[in-house]
């Protein structure tokens, strides 16, 4: 089975962040505050609906995004990022596996 161009480049980028994660969150900056009023709006969400949030990181999305109600389920590949992830988080809740095999959860959003 060929791969495809994206998970050729994901798995050398992974190490990148996982090799620089304890400067990564120092350097990303935040998301505007307007683009998670849009995305509420344009997804018309409401509060505790479920959020997949594929490709985390330190969480500068997930915060804002709790903190308006939804619960956050948070993906991540890049293991070192996890302690900052988990610090900003006021309630994480850490599951690790490699791959699940069970039925899907329902989500109003996934975010990529």
């Given at each position: 089975?060929?791969?495809d161009?994206?998970s050729r480049t994901?798995?050398?980028l992974?190490r990148t962040?996982d090799?620089?994660?304890d400067i990564?969150?120092?350097a990303r900056p935040?998301?505007?505050e307007q683009?998670?009023?849009?995305?509420?709006?344009?997804?018309?969400?409401?509060?505790?609906?479920?959020?997949?949030?594929?490709?985390c990181?330190?969480g500068?999305?997930?915060?804002?995004?709790?903190?308006?109600?939804?619960s956050?389920?948070?993906?991540?590949?890049?293991?070192?990022?996890?302690p900052?992830?988990?610090?900003?988080?006021?309630?994480?809740k850490?599951s690790?596996t490699?791959?699940?095999?069970?039925r899907p959860a329902?989500?109003?959003?996934?975010?990529?």
């Amino acid at each position: 089975m060929r791969k495809d161009r994206s998970s050729r480049t994901a798995e050398p980028l992974g190490r990148t962040f996982d090799s620089a994660a304890d400067i990564y969150d120092a350097a990303r900056p935040s998301y505007p505050e307007q683009l998670f009023d849009d995305l509420v709006k344009l997804a018309g969400l409401e509060a505790g609906s479920r959020l997949l949030e594929i490709g985390c990181a330190t969480g500068k999305a997930t915060k804002p995004l709790l903190q308006r109600g939804f619960s956050v389920v948070c993906v991540s590949s890049v293991h070192n990022l996890l302690p900052s992830l988990a610090a900003a988080l006021p309630h994480p809740k850490r599951s690790q596996t490699r791959r699940r095999r069970s039925r899907p959860a329902a989500f109003s959003v996934t975010l990529r």
